[in-house]
C-alpha cells in the first residue's frame, strides 16, 4: 500500500473513532436524541473496505452506520446535525443515527431491522448492470444479519444474476448481548456461503490493509468481468456497549478479558504508527478541526419546523 | 366504435406499453414469463423485451421485494407480481419498514418507485390461503398507496399512473375481475388516485363497492331497481389516497350507505369509509351506515360454504332494501352464482 493509500485509511480510522468519541461525550448532555450504536473498535472494516472503491461506488449499511457512513465520505456536519435532530442533517431530523443516507456520496442508507438493505445492493446492483454501468455495491452487515432468512435469499439471489455486489459481513462476535455460539453451531459464516457459488474469504483480525487488499481485488476483478458477487467476512470487536456511548464489561454477557486483544491490536494505533509522524500530525489536526466546526454547525442549526411533520411523505 | 377488452389484457396492454415507452420499466415475480403468463398479463413479454427486463425468480419473497426496492432506489420502475396476495405476507418487512417509510426517513432524499401487483384469488376451493384480500393491511400504513379498480379502463390507466408513479403504488386484482370485458382505449391514458368513480347515479341508497365487489354492487343494483329502489354505485378505484369527497356528496343526497368490500369488515377498508363518513355527519341518525365483508371466519373450500362466506349481489341487495325499508323488512331476489364464479374451472 503506498503512502497516500496508507495515510487516507488512517483519515478514515482516525475520523470514525474521533467523532464517535465525541459523540459519546456530547451524549450524556441529550443533545443528540437518538439511540447511537458506536463502531469504536470497528472502525478499520468500513475504512478497509471505502478506500479501496471508487467514488462511484454504492454503500448500503445498517444501524450502527456512523463508520460506514463517513468512510464513503458522508457529509461530517449533516451527519452531526441529524444526531441533533436538526433541520441541516442529512435526513432533515427525520431519520436519525439509524437511518444516515448520503446520496451524492453513494452511501445509500442504513436500516434498523437486521439484514433488511442487503437485498437493495442487490437489486441496485442489478440496475447498474442493466444500464452498462462499472460501479460495484457494497453490502454490509453483522454475524446477525446471517440468521435472518433474507441473508440466504439473497446471497442467491446475488450469485444468480451475477451482479456486481461485494458483501461485507463484519462479525463482531454479537448480536445485541448473544454470543455467535449462543446462536451459530459454527462460527463460520463465510464457508457457509459457499456452496450458493460464491467467491468467499475471511479476515481474522480487523486487519484494514489485508481487508483493502482483498477488496480491492475483488471490486477491479468485478468491473473487469461480470463474476458476480463476492463475499468477505471480517473478524472485529465492538468496544462499547451494543447502543449508548458507554462500556458495559460488567453487564454479565461477556468480560474485558475477551476484548483486551483487540484493544491490544488497535487498528488506530497500528496503522498510525506507519505513517511518518508529521504527516500523522497533520492528518489528525485537520479531522479534529472539522469534526469540532461540524458540532458546532449542529449547535447552531434551527430545529426542523412543525409543518416538516408532513414534508416528505410523498412525491407530490 | 367501442374497443371491447378483458380487464386481464387491459393490464397487459398497459404494461406492454409502459415497458416501450420507458426502458427503466421492469417485471419480475415467480412464473411471470411462464406459458400462462399470470392469467395473460405478462404473456409474451419476456420474448418482446429479453431476460432481463423480464424476470422469473427464486421463491424469495421478502429478498425479490427488496431487490425492486433497491432497483428502484437506482432509477428503475419494477413492477413486482404476486400471484396471490397471500404472499405479500412474506414481503411485509420490505413493504411497511422500508418501501413506505425510505422517502421520508431518508428526509426526500430517494424515491421508491415500485408497483406490487396483488391478485386476490376465489373460486374453485381456493382457501384459506389463496383467497385473502389484505388491501386493509396497506391502508393503515402512510407512505404506500393502494388502489383496486374493478373495470378494464380503469386497470389500464391505474397501472399507468401507478408505474409512473414516484412512490410505492399496491395494485389490488381480482382475480375474478381478469374475465370481464369493458371499453379500453387502444391509446395509453392515465387515471388518476384522487377520484372515486360514479359507476351509476341513483337516488335511494349508496353502494360503495371494493374492487371485484363494484360488479356485484351493479348487479344488486338491477335486482333493487325492480323493487322500486334507485341505488347509486361507487367504484372508489384508489383506497389510498381515498375519495371520500364523492362518497359523501352521495351520501348526502341518498342519506344511505352500504359499503361492501372483497375483505373481512373488522379494521377492513369497510370500517375505514364507514368511520371518515361518520366524522362528517354531526347528527347521529341522520344517515343509515351498514358495511359487508367477507364473514369473520377463515375462508373455507366446501362449495356451500364458500358460497355463504362471500357477499355476493343476492346479499347486498337484500341489505340495501333493509336500509330504504326498515331492519324489519324483509325481501331476497331469486338469483345464480354470478357467471365469472359459475365458469371459473381452476385449477389456478
Redo the contacts between chains.
Keep these: 500500500m503506498d503512502a497516500d493509500k496508507l495515510a487516507h485509511l488512517y483519515r478514515l480510522i482516525f475520523r470514525i473513532r474521533h467523532v464517535e468519541e465525541e459523540v459519546a461525550r456530547i451524549y450524556p448532555s441529550d443533545k443528540i436524541k437518538s439511540p447511537i450504536h458506536l463502531s469504536i473498535g470497528q472502525e478499520a472494516v468500513s475504512a478497509g473496505v471505502c478506500a479501496a472503491l471508487q467514488p462511484g461506488d454504492i454503500f448500503f449499511g445498517t444501524y450502527r452506520s456512523h463508520g460506514p457512513y463517513l468512510a464513503k465520505g458522508g457529509d461530517l456536519k449533516k451527519m452531526f446535525a441529524e444526531l441533533y435532530g436538526k433541520f441541516t442533517g442529512c435526513t432533515k431530523g427525520k431519520g436519525g443515527s439509524m437511518h444516515l443516507i448520503d446520496v451524492a456520496h453513494g452511501y445509500m442508507g442504513s436500516s434498523a431491522v437486521v439484514a433488511t438493505t442487503i437485498s437493495h445492493a442487490v437489486g441496485y446492483a442489478y440496475a447498474l448492470r442493466l444500464r452498462g454501468s462499472s460501479a460495484i455495491v457494497v453490502s454490509m452487515f453483522g454475524d446477525g444479519a446471517s440468521e435472518e432468512g433474507a441473508f440466504h435469499e439473497c446471497i442467491n439471489l446475488a450469485t444468480l444474476h451475477s451482479v456486481p455486489v461485494l458483501f461485507i459481513c463484519e462479525n463482531n462476535l454479537y448480536a445485541v448481548h448473544t454470543h455467535i455460539r449462543l446462536r451459530q453451531k459454527l462460527n463460520s459464516i463465510f464457508e457457509r456461503v459457499r456452496p450458493y457459488g460464491i467467491q468467499s474469504e475471511r479476515v481474522e483480525n480487523n486487519d484494514p490493509i489485508e481487508l483493502y487488499n482483498l477488496v480491492k481485488n475483488a471490486a477491479d476483478e468485478m468491473r473487469r468481468t461480470h463474476i458476480g458477487p463476492r463475499f468477505i467476512e471480517v473478524m472485529t470487536y465492538r468496544w462499547r456497549e451494543h447502543v449508548g456511548p458507554g462500556e458495559d464489561y460488567d453487564a454479565g454477557y461477556r468480560d474485558r478479558t475477551e476484548a483486551e486483544p483487540w484493544m491490544k491490536s488497535d487498528q488506530l494505533k497500528r496503522i498510525g504508527e506507519m505513517l511518518d509522524p508529521k504527516v500523522r500530525m497533520k492528518i489528525e489536526e485537520e479531522e479534529k478541526d472539522a469534526i469540532r466546526k461540524a458540532i458546532q454547525f449542529a449547535e447552531e442549526s434551527p430545529l426542523p419546523a412543525p409543518e416538516e411533520l408532513y414534508t416528505d411523505m410523498y412525491k407530490d | 366504435m367501442e374497443r371491447i377488452i378483458t380487464y386481464s389484457e387491459a393490464i397487459r396492454e398497459a404494461t406492454e406499453q409502459e415497458m416501450d415507452r420507458d426502458p427503466n420499466v ?1 417485471v419480475l415475480g415467480i412464473g411471470v414469463p411462464d406459458h400462462k403468463g399470470i392469467y395473460g398479463t405478462t404473456k409474451n413479454l419476456q420474448e418482446k423485451f429479453g431476460t ?2 423480464v424476470l422469473d ?2 421463491l ?1 419473497e ?15 420502475r ?1 413492477i413486482h407480481i404476486h400471484i396471490r396476495m397471500d404472499f405479500l405476507l412474506l414481503a411485509m ?2 413493504l411497511v ?2 418501501a413506505a417509510k ?10 421508491v418507485p415500485i408497483v406490487v401487483r396483488a391478485i386476490i384469488g376465489r373460486s374453485w376451493g381456493q382457501g384459506a390461503q389463496h383467497s385473502q384480500a389484505l388491501h386493509s393491511f396497506f391502508m393503515h400504513v ?2 404506500l ?1 393502494v388502489v383496486a379498480p374493478s373495470t378494464p379502463y380503469d386497470a389500464k390507466g391505474c397501472l399507468i399512473q401507478s408505474i409512473r ?3 410505492p403504488v399496491i395494485f389490488v386484482e381480482h382475480r375474478m375481475l381478469h374475465s370481464l370485458k369493458g371499453h379500453v382505449p387502444e391509446k395509453e391514458y392515465t387515471v388518476p388516485f384522487s377520484k372515486a368513480r360514479v359507476l351509476f347515479e341513483g337516488s335511494d341508497v349508496t353502494l360503495v363497492g371494493i374492487s371485484y365487489m363494484a360488479v356485484e354492487c351493479l348487479r344488486a343494483r338491477q335486482y333493487l331497481g325492480g323493487v322500486g329502489i334507485n341505488a347509486e354505485v361507487i367504484d372508489p378505484v384508489s383506497l389510498s389516497p381515498l375519495d371520500i369527497e364523492t362518497i359523501t356528496r352521495s351520501v348526502q343526497k341518498t342519506k344511505r350507505l352500504l359499503i361492501v368490500d372483497t375483505g373481512w369488515t373488522s379494521c377492513g377498508s369497510s370500517a375505514e369509509i364507514l368511520a371518515r363518513i361518520a366524522e362528517r355527519f354531526d347528527e347521529v341518525g341522520q344517515v343509515r351506515l351498514r358495511r359487508m365483508g367477507f364473514e369473520p371466519v377463515t375462508c373455507p373450500t366446501a362449495k356451500n360454504l364458500e358460497t355463504l362466506f362471500y357477499p355476493n349481489s343476492q346479499k347486498i341487495a337484500s341489505m340495501a332494501y333493509r336500509l330504504v325499508h326498515g331492519e324489519k323488512s324483509s325481501w331476497m331476489p331469486a338469483v345464480s352464482d354470478a357467471p365469472e364464479i359459475k365458469e371459473f374451472k381452476g385449477p389456478f
Design positions: 421492469l432481463a427486463r425468480t427464486p424469495s421478502d429478498a425479490v421485494t427488496g431487490f425492486a426496492i433497491g432497483a428502484a432506489l437506482a432509477g428503475l419494477p418487512n420490505q419498514n422500508i425510505c422517502r421520508y426517513m431518508y428526509g426526500g432524499t430517494v424515491s402512510p407512505g398507496k408513479d414516484d412512490d
